[in-house]
């Protein structure tokens, strides 16, 4: 399974931007995808995550850090899971990771996902 993550880039503080990830592959509609954030100096964090067809498919997650400013959503049929970004902060500024976890879990783990994409910067200015 390759992921390959776009659409940073720098926005004002309050803006918007809409992240894609795009999955090729071995991959599988059942996959959790999540997206991960690393600020500089600090640990790679959980942001969102959305769970695959089937059982609470399409059920979300989110960290209280993003909750009600962050969207996660897939779309299956293009293999793409997305992440919506409103009432962005200066404290959102990070590399953004998407990745995909074949089994479910607490969905908030790094260890959980098998597979990464590359990462894409987003810059919130003040």
């Known amino acids: 399974v390759q992921l390959q993550a776009f659409g940073g880039g720098l926005v004002q503080a309050g803006g918007s931007l809409r992240l894609s990830c795009a999955a090729s592959?071995?991959?599988?509609?059942?996959?959790?995808m999540g997206w991960f954030r690393q600020a500089p100096g600090k640990e790679r964090e959980f942001v969102a995550a959305?769970?695959?067809?089937?059982?609470?498919?399409?059920?979300?997650y989110y960290d209280d850090s993003v909750k009600g400013r962050f969207t996660i959503s897939r779309d299956i049929a293009k293999n793409t899971v997305y992440l919506q970004m409103n009432s962005l902060k200066p404290e959102d500024t990070a590399v953004y990771y998407c990745?995909?976890?074949?089994?479910?879990?607490?969905?908030?783990?790094?260890?959980?996902?098998?597979?990464w994409g590359q990462g894409t910067q987003v810059t919130v200015s003040s």
């Open positions: 592959g071995r991959t599988s509609s059942t996959y959790v």
């Open positions: 959305i769970r695959g067809s089937g059982g609470s498919g399409g059920s979300t």
């Open positions: 990745a995909a976890a074949s089994t479910y879990g607490t969905v908030r783990s790094m260890r959980e996902y098998d597979y």
